[in-house]
């Protein structure tokens, strides 16, 4: 198989760019596509080449896949790398490649689809051994549905099984509430999807959201890359991601790696991949696999020193896979959105002013610039923040260090929620689940209000104080006329003397 | 010059001063020695609070400063002397309940009674000055515990009008 020379990025943000920047390291050349917003952004500027694909909507551009392989074809791109959201798990999108002649840097269609499908997906993980959360195998019905809750005990939760994203998940913890909730969780799937069917399955309590990172290659090859503890969620989205898990003993991580390595061989796996899994009192039940290369991949890669998008690219031209490092220290990630930290409404504007942080440990994927507009029309993630300590304990100093350091102006941001979190007594013990989000406080510490309340006081004086200064300059007498107010004397007196 | 500042209900006075030897700022019997510098780009500053180093950014809209600092985004409301003074008198006075006239005229209707419970921004009195009706609306919601004023009555600049509770 020849190698990879040029690849189309059929994404945009900053995992467009993250895939450019291993593209450019590797001497390959990049082929970015854009939608109108998007005429500015950085991954159109760092590309080697830019195509233009359509309309602002995603269903114009990066979710139009005729576009998007045309532009791929047009180009002469001999792959392709879908990034996580828009065609990262279409299984068309990845045939169309596969027709199209461009190798599609991903897993196989059936892949994809047998993983997407989460009623299908359980089957699958339990043919292969792997523990799941006892539930029904297959969607419910409204006839089924009482008796089924009954028989794997309350608390319960309906799921859509198209679902993601926390779309169509309803907890119900009796009866009387059953049937309500379940029509509510198929409307929902219904709008969200298309797909109104929905499955049932016990609640674990106290929950950890503890996933696998997997790469497989076509020779059969399947290697794990340890765990990546996501337990910092708010509805279901991912806020603090870390690496190591606490709460994991290297025996269960070596369980929770084979079970999610077996899966993937189940399946026909190709690529990166990320197995997700519950953890409660020292047992784990498989959630779902995710055919894509995860937002949170840093946290791994800080922690193995490894390129995932390289090992991607590396599979995709037909390589065996290279050994997995031994990990160490620990890593964490926090995801900076565009939205309001007490209501999680997105926050949209003109970023005007940015600060990076630096120093030892510290990476920032982001596709942030001066002057960028946060539009509606995408997901509100502006950046990652990802840090690498010896420890958890100087990984979490570093982080908090970090979060100060980076300051976004123009929108609201995640960050402040982000750094009582990591600042909570709760997720410094490491025994937090995933209801963790909802104890954090809302609000700033009274300390820093207090100082805050002094600093902009102090912030008018200092700007009326300059106001004045600059108004008295300006009406000193005896000071020469400004020269514009004589041009303008000049300009009317040839108007009305001609 | 004096200065109230407000986040949410909390509200602090600062009396701040340029004196010989730099800023002083005042509140309560607390006496802070500030020191400022502005950086390059005008809205970033080196704030020095009794020789504690703070880096802020400030963006002062009128009475609106959207501060960043300590990795914290702030939305505080701050008015000066001149400002605080126009709001009392327009009725707006902060974490008091009382509704006043904004200018000189005539009371064309009350539309809240004593102990009605009123909404956010609902419409208490209606005031008729230099030919327009201007609608005076609760600032919080809250009962009405008092009507200080009738239909046709003539009221004055910052006449109390209303108390709520």
Known sequence: MPPIRRILVANRGEIALRVIRTAQEMGIETVAVYSDADRRSLHVRQATRAEYLGGSKPAESYLDIQKVVAAAKRTGCDALHPGYGFLSENEDAAQACIDAGIEFLGPPPKAILAMGDKVEARKIAMAAGVPLVPGLQEEVSEQRLVEAARQVGYPVMLKAAAGGGGKGIRIVREEKQLLEAFHMARAEARGAFGDDRVYLEKFVTRPRHVEIQVMADKHGNVVHYGERECSVQRRHQKLVEESPCSALTPELRAQMGKAACDLARAVGYVGAGTVEFLYSEGRFYFLEMNTRLQVEHPVTEMRYGVDLVREQIRVGQGETLTPVPEPRGHSIEVRVNAEDPETYFPSLGLISRINLPGGPGVRLDSALYRGLEVTPFYDSMLAKLVVHGVDREQAIARCVRALRELRIVGVATSLPTALRTLQSAEFRGGDYDTGILERIDKKPPAEKRDVALLAAAAAKFLVAEQAGARAAAAHLPGQATPRWSLLGRVDRMRRTNP | ?165
């Open chain 2, 1 to 165: 010059m004096k200065y109230t500042s407000k986040i949410g209900t909390e509200e602090r006075e600062f009396v701040i001063e340029r004196t010989k030897d730099g800023l002083r700022a005042r509140c309560g019997d607390t006496v802070h020695v500030l020191e400022m510098a502005l950086v390059g780009d005008g809205q970033t500053f080196s704030l020095l609070v009794d020789g504690k180093s703070y880096d802020v950014v400030a963006d002062v809209q009128r009475e609106e400063v959207l501060l960043h600092m300590l990795g914290e985004r702030f939305v505080v409301h701050v008015e000066d002397e001149r400002e605080h003074a126009a709001h009392a008198v327009a009725g707006h006075k902060h974490g008091k309940r009382e509704l006043r006239a904004a200018m000189p005229g005539i009371v064309v209707e009350v539309k809240a009674a004593e102990g009605d419970t009123v909404a956010e921004g609902q419409t208490l009195v209606v005031l008729e000055a230099m030919k327009m009706q201007n609608p005076l609306a609760a600032e919080t919601a809250g009962k009405v515990v008092r009507v200080l004023c009738k239909q046709g009555e003539a009221v004055a600049a910052g006449a109390l009008l209303m108390e709520m509770e």
